[in-house]
């Protein structure tokens, strides 16, 4: 098994080298330039932590096999394996500006197989 570097143990070196600075002859000098050194340094914009993460090539592979799935599904839905496209929706399924008839739909539920 691989040891992380960044496990939860105690780092006996580093921790004896900052104690070494925080407790030398001038400990507000080192945190001086700690934090001196903290507010120069480059912070990247959210879109650069992004894009460092998610290669753009990849994420356009990804989303050209989405697309590719979802239209092969979608030209799939409405296929039988014997003869050519059939309707997705039941015939009950058509939009009427008013209910139908009660006899009109115990017809259709008597026709359903």
Same mark, same amino acid.
């Given at each position: 098994?691989?040891?992380?570097?960044?496990?939860?143990?105690?780092?006996?070196?580093? #921790?004896?080298? @900052?104690?070494?600075?925080?407790?030398?002859?001038?400990?507000?000098?080192?945190?001086?330039?700690?934090?001196?050194?903290?507010?120069?340094?480059?912070?990247? &914009?959210?879109?650069?932590? @992004?894009?460092?993460?998610?290669?753009?090539?990849?994420?356009?592979?990804?989303?050209?096999?989405?697309?590719?799935?979802?239209? #092969?599904?979608?030209?799939?839905?409405?296929?039988?394996?014997?003869? #050519?496209?059939?309707?997705?929706?039941?015939?009950?399924?058509?939009?009427? &500006?008013?209910?139908?008839?009660?006899?009109?739909?115990?017809?259709? @539920?008597?026709?359903?197989?």
């Amino acid at each position: 098994m691989m040891l992380s570097p960044f496990d939860n143990q105690r780092d006996e070196e580093l #921790g004896s080298l @900052l104690r070494a600075e925080l407790t030398g002859s001038r400990p507000d000098a080192f945190l001086a330039r700690v934090r001196r050194n903290v507010a120069a340094a480059e912070r990247p &914009s959210e879109w650069d932590v @992004l894009a460092g993460w998610a290669r753009p090539r990849m994420m356009a592979a990804a989303i050209a096999a989405a697309l590719l799935l979802w239209l #092969g599904a979608w030209f799939e839905a409405g296929r039988t394996a014997e003869n #050519g496209l059939i309707a997705t929706l039941p015939e009950q399924a058509a939009v009427l &500006s008013q209910p139908p008839a009660v006899d009109d739909i115990m017809i259709a @539920l008597r026709e359903r197989p």
